[in-house]
T-cell receptor, first 109, second 113 residues
Framework: GENVEQHPSTLSVQEGDSAVIKCTYS??????FPWYKQELGKGPQLIID?????GEKKDQRIAVTLNKTAKHFSLHITETQPEDSAVYFC????????FGAGTTVTVRA | EADIYQTPRYLVIGTGKKITLECSQT?????MYWYQQDPGMELHLIHY???????EKGDLSSESTVSRIRTEHFPLTLESARPSHTSQYLC????????????FGQGTRLTVV
């Protein structure tokens, strides 16, 4: 089955700085790569996704890049704000989602 | 706003009791999932369904069982709860077409004492 590795497990950044989270996947057939944000006491919520026919996607302060050859994808958050503090999960999917272990992001004011 | 609901939000129950965690969605989604989230926050798929009368075991072995009699309802049952079942359980749903967004409920935090 699909194996997704996510790094780092924790990330602390100064407000206004950028944050980058990286994931690798094992199944070259996976074709859908979503990113989820989970705030305390809530379920994960989709923040951005990318499909295998696209190399990069941007939505305001967040962007995702995909390198199919290397089988890795990354989340970039620019101009971080305190409300960006949360746990972020990457996932890869062909028929069902396989999640990375999560990254706890803390934005210091 | 996701229309997927889990009840109860919190449950403390004694060892050996039978429990059912409820999950309902009003989006007409064919696919539904149950995830177990450990204290380190990692998500483990324990059950999924592609539609009515379809249930499959996930990647993580679980003593729980599920049923899918109606499209909107995907309950999870533990026949005899044990302390090792203490965890956060998250339900999710998605459309039945090619890979699309999964919507999560707020979760049920189960504590077995």
């Amino acid at each position: 089955g699909e194996n997704v590795e996510q790094h780092p497990s924790t990330l602390s950044v100064q407000e206004g700085d950028s944050a980058v989270i990286k994931c690798t996947y094992s199944d070259s057939a996976s074709n859908y790569f979503p990113w989820y944000k989970q705030e305390l006491g809530k379920g994960p919520q989709l923040i951005i996704d990318i499909r295998s026919n696209v190399g990069e996607k941007k939505d305001q302060r967040i962007a995702v890049t995909l390198n199919k050859t290397a089988k890795h994808f990354s989340l970039h958050i620019t101009e971080t704000q305190p409300e960006d503090s949360a746990v972020y999960f990457c996932a890869a999917s062909l028929y069902k989602l396989s999640f990375g272990a999560g990254t706890t992001v803390t934005v210091r004011a | 706003e996701a229309d997927i609901y889990q009840t109860p939000r919190y449950l403390v129950i004694g060892t050996g009791k039978k429990i059912t965690l409820e999950c309902s969605q009003t989006m007409g989604h064919d696919k539904m999932y149950w995830y177990q989230q450990d204290p380190g926050m990692e998500l483990h798929l324990i059950h999924y369904s592609y539609g009515v009368n379809s249930t499959e075991k996930g990647d993580l072995s679980s003593e729980s069982t599920v049923s899918r009699i109606r499209t909107e309802h995907f309950p999870l049952t533990l026949e005899s709860a044990r302390p090792s079942h203490t965890s956060q359980y998250l339900c999710a749903s998605s459309r039945g077409t090619a890979n699309t967004e999964a919507f999560f409920g707020q979760g049920t935090r189960l504590t077995v004492v």
